[in-house]
């Protein structure tokens, strides 16, 4: 099954800004879903029953405290000439927090020959980018400062991935919640 670790975005309020940054992004760009925001803290890919088994008991092992991220500014991977993805930023601190997070994700799971592919990047994609579209710099660099609002970090998840022709199907698999 194909996996990896996120914190999902909960907070309609922040949901609704993103939708409306959506609409009105007038790209050639298939918006996510705003049931599918999420960090991903850790890509797993493809792992069997068995090794999910073994990384539900590793993360459980995390300890965090609750925290709030900012969530703020847009850019585009692996930059806005070439566009594959358009995503939402966060706030310094909170983005340390979640580097932090994804830290302790990575160490837990390492013993179990689970390694990042590449720096976790605090980031939530908003848009995917199949066709070539050409340069955004000048669209996102309108609304670069734009502010989508506070969420609460209470918990991770190990989410299952299911690709189909209509776009990706996500089931928890497993939650850790946030020391209180």
């Known amino acids: 099954m194909r996996t990896f670790v996120a914190i999902e975005i909960s907070n309609d309020d922040v949901k609704k800004l993103i ?31 068995g090794q999910a088994q073994k990384v539900i008991e590793s993360l459980r092992k995390i300890e965090f405290s609750e925290f709030t991220i ?14 594959r993805v358009v995503w939402v930023g966060t706030d310094e601190k909170g983005g340390k927090n979640l580097i932090e997070l994804a830290k302790k994700v990575e160490t837990v799971l390492k013993p179990l020959g689970l390694v990042l592919d590449k720096p976790f990047k605090p980031h939530i994609t908003i848009f995917r ?7 955004i710099t000048e669209d996102l660099n309108k609304q ?9 970090i209470s918990s991770i ?15 928890d698999l497993e939650e850790v919640i946030a020391v209180k």
């Open 70 to 83: 900012n969530l703020q500014g847009i850019g585009a991977f692996p930059k806005p000439k070439f566009p």
């Open 19 to 49: 939708k409306d940054f959506q609409n009105n992004l007038k790209i050639n760009a298939k918006p996510v879903n705003l049931e599918q925001l999420h960090f991903t803290l850790q890509f797993l890919g493809e792992i069997s029953e």
């Open 157 to 171: 998840k190990l989410k299952k991935s299911e690709l189909t022709s209509e776009g990706p199907i996500y089931s």
């Open 144 to 152: 670069r400062i734009i502010d989508f609002g506070m969420q609460k």
């Open 129 to 135: 980018i199949k066709k070539k579209i050409g340069d």
